[in-house]
């Protein structure tokens, strides 16, 4: 049975299904971007008894419980979704690590790939000589954490989100109302979004960059997640972004995590050597597939 549930609703049995996916594939199926988007009636939710899949603004994701597959189930609802999905604008879709049933299924579909993501993990044994590593922080900045209700701060790091992830799909086209929605969930904790604010010179008083960690903690684990680190172009160059990622590493140390992970591109060549000398190491690998407008897979 498939049916459609109301746009902002992600209900109990397909909250399962994705907790299900995440504990046997050893990672989220679906992005906070997307269960966001469905929370402000961006996107919408497909069900049926086994699977669940989530489109809208030229984005679909597609979930199968882990029991239930091999059964054709996947291929029937990518089938559903792409019935009442405009053609003539592009669609894209994710597949999560090494997933050959995931790619032959959007292959036979017309998507074709265009962009990896990587997920890198430091081992929690290495984080204090991670952090003694660290490039300080240069003179003339200074970081505190987010203050709740602090509307000047918030709309400061919607502008240098903006300008740090410009060429970025998704991260770079945050509004404010997405970090409202991002302060307001369970895992948020204000003293884990770090803000470094110029204090000298001709932007004294401007926010320059940021580092947010994500943390959860479930019965048996924490993991901390380097959620985003975004540097505005004025002050590119000049270390900062480094000195945020070990102001990201001390952050972590606090939380004792038994999991340190963070997403980045694959093609961000910068970043990728940043996080590698740090003590990162690629753990998994995830293509981003693109079926254009008027395709007829």
């Known amino acids: 049975m498939t049916q459609a549930t109301h746009p902002t609703e992600i209900t109990a049995h397909a909250r399962e299904i994705l907790s299900e ?5 050893g990672t989220p199926p679906v992005s906070d971007q997307a269960l966001l988007a469905v929370a402000q009636g961006h996107r919408q939710v497909i069900e049926q008894d086994d699977a669940i899949g989530i489109i809208g603004e030229g984005e679909l994701d597609l979930v199968v419980r882990p029991t239930a597959r091999g059964n054709g ?10 019935s009442h ?3 003539t604008v592009e669609l894209r879709a994710w597949a999560h690590g090494e997933n050959p049933a995931a790619t032959a299924l959007l292959r036979g579909a017309g998507f074709a790939p265009v962009r990896e993501l990587l ?5 929690p044994a290495l984080l204090e000589q991670a952090i003694e590593a660290a490039r300080e922080l240069p003179t003339g900045f200074d970081v505190r954490s987010h203050e709740p209700g602090n509307g000047a701060q918030a709309d400061d790091w919607v502008r240098v989100n903006a300008a740090a992830f410009a060429n970025h799909p998704e991260q770079g086209a ?3 109302a997405d970090f409202d929605a991002l302060t307001n969930e369970p895992w948020f904790d204000t003293a884990d979004l770090r803000l470094a604010y110029a204090t000298a010179g001709e932007h004294e008083g401007e926010l320059a960059g940021f580092a947010w960690v994500k943390t959860v903690r479930e019965s048996d684990a924490t993991e901390t997640e380097l959620y985003a680190l975004g540097v505005d172009p004025t002050f590119s160059n000049i270390g900062l972004g480094a000195a945020l990622l070990g102001e990201t590493l001390r952050r972590m140390a606090m939380h004792h995590p038994d999991r340190i992970t963070l997403y980045v591109d694959g093609d961000n060549e910068n970043a990728v050597s940043l996080y590698l000398r740090a003590g990162f190491g690629i753990e998994q690998r995830s293509t981003q597939y693109l079926r254009p407008a008027g395709a007829l897979g």
């Open 174 to 176: 945050m509004t404010r």
């Open 21 to 25: 996916a995440t504990r046997f594939d």
């Open 119 to 123: 997920r890198l993990a430091l081992a």
């Open 73 to 82: 189930i996947g291929g029937s609802l990518l089938h559903s979704l792409l």
């Open 85 to 87: 999905e405009d053609r």
